[in-house]
């Protein structure tokens, strides 16, 4: 069995006059989103084996949140470009890729997650996919698990097994 953790990154401020979109920051309330997320991820144990992780900014100040609370991991961090400029598809790709583990969470953007998430997930339990259906929302994490490796994980494949966000208002 292995597990996939989808994270969207945390609420950023809008872009500034020639900023561009890649360079945006978290807001403050991303920051303490991005804590939150990792508290619920450290109570429940669900610490990732490796994670995959966007190069842009608030993407990278995302995850720094999360390990804020559960520890730096840098040994288990791998920043992609690709997690920036890719589709669902290629977030797919991605995820079947990374080195043999029971657990890779990455770390990235909508529509992406969104997409892969509601690809992914054949099945799951109803409180979670409720949420899903809603729209991924900022700070939001799915974890969807497949019966074998995630080399081989295929759309329609997967259970989404919990769904958390910053109001804890999804620990199903």
Known sequence: MSRLL?????KAAWAAPGERDFDRPLKKSGWTDSRDI????????????????????????TWAGVAEVIGSMDDRVTFLDQLYTEDAAGYLEVARNAPEASSVMLVGHNPMMEDLAEALSGSG??????????????????????????????????????FLTKRREAQV
């Open 6 to 10: 989808l994270l969207r990154h945390a």
């Open 38 to 61: 990792g508290e619920q991820i450290a109570a429940m144990s669900l610490i990732p084996d490796i994670i995959l992780c966007s190069t842009a900014r608030r993407a990278r100040e």
């Open 125 to 162: 339990k109803d409180a979670a996919r409720s949420i899903l259906a809603a729209g991924f929302p900022k700070s939001g994490l799915a974890v969807i698990a497949f019966d074998g490796p995630l080399s081989q994980a295929q759309p329609g494949k997967g259970r989404l097994e919990l």
